[in-house]
């Protein structure tokens, strides 16, 4: 069975963090462990705070879960605090962890912000280096790349691509769910290469909540069953899209997925 380490915060109304990305790990069929950054009070309808774990008690949980259970892929999603983020840094680093994938969550679908700008900073110029691919939605990938995205046009894409090699960003996924138009789509970038795929858009997207999650624990997921980043691109929008579809209102506000 193969094992996939989550690293991501808490939401108690499980729309989204580790007990969303623990759920669609299962439903692929592997095993998750997680450690988790920081714990949020949040509800279908809004996040109202966030308080980030003690960093060092996150690292010793990291250190031992990761001795015992090595990682065949890595999710990471909040961070929650710029210590933390030094921390999951250093031990990527100290255990030569493979196939990462950061979802780079900067704000919530509702609106809260999770990061100040001198963490971004980080995040920018020395995080996401070392991972293997970050995932980011339309808003966070124009902060990340200080371009405005209106579209997947070829000139977005490729000045996204210059910007990555300059940055040491080794490949991006571009989620384009907030984009308008009637298709979701979702660009894979890599210094070489550029690959897209598509669905139908369902609903309005600023109503479902956890789907930016759902996607990066997939894409991990399959990365760690041995799929290429194109096949895995494939099958996480194949998978994600099904969970749209079947998207339920389980509080009062968003819907929600449910692996
Ligand atoms: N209304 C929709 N119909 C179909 N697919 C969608 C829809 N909205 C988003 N997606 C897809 O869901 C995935 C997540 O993309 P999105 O752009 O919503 O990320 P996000 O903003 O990080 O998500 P979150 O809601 O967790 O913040 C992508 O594959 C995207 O194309
Ligand atoms: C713990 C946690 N992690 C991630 C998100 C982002 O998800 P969304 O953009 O759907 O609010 C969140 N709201 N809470």
């Not at 704000?107 to 970050?134: H, P, R």
């Not at 984009?179 to 858009?201: M, R, Y």
Request: with cysteine; glycine share 6%.
């Amino acid at each position: 069975m193969k094992k996939v380490l989550i690293i991501a915060g808490f939401d108690p109304s499980g729309g989204a963090g580790v007990l969303l990305d623990v759920k669609v790990v299962r439903a692929l069929n592997s095993y998750a462990t997680s450690v988790v950054t920081s714990l949020t009070v949040q509800d279908t309808q809004r996040v109202y705070d966030l308080k980030p774990i003690d960093p060092h008690f996150f690292e010793y949980q990291l250190q031992k879960v990761v001795e015992d259970i090595k990682p065949d892929s890595v999710k990471i999603g909040l961070l929650g605090s710029s210590e933390i983020a030094v921390v999951v840094l250093r031990n990527l680093k100290r255990y030569n962890l493979k196939k990462v994938v950061c979802d780079p969550v900067l704000k919530s679908t509702s609106g809260f912000e999770f990061c100040k700008s001198e963490f971004i900073e980080f995040l920018k110029y020395e995080f996401f280096k070392a991972c293997d691919v970050i995932t980011p939605n339309k808003n966070e990938a124009e902060v990340i790349f200080d371009v405005e995205i209106k579209n997947f046009d070829e000139d977005v894409l490729s000045c996204v691509q210059e910007r990555m090699k300059k940055m040491g960003i080794k490949s991006c996924i571009l989620k384009g769910g907030h984009l308008p138009g009637e298709v979701a789509e979702d660009v894979l970038i890599t210094h070489n290469d550029i690959f897209k795929v598509h669905a139908k858009k369902q609903g309005f997207t600023d109503s479902i909540h956890g789907t930016g999650c759902a996607f990066s624990t997939a894409f991990a997921t399959f990365l760690a069953k041995g799929y290429n980043m194109y096949d895995a691109l494939i099958s996480t929008k194949e998978y994600v899209s099904n969970l749209i579809y079947k998207s339920t209102k389980i509080g009062n506000g968003k819907l929600i997925l449910n692996p």
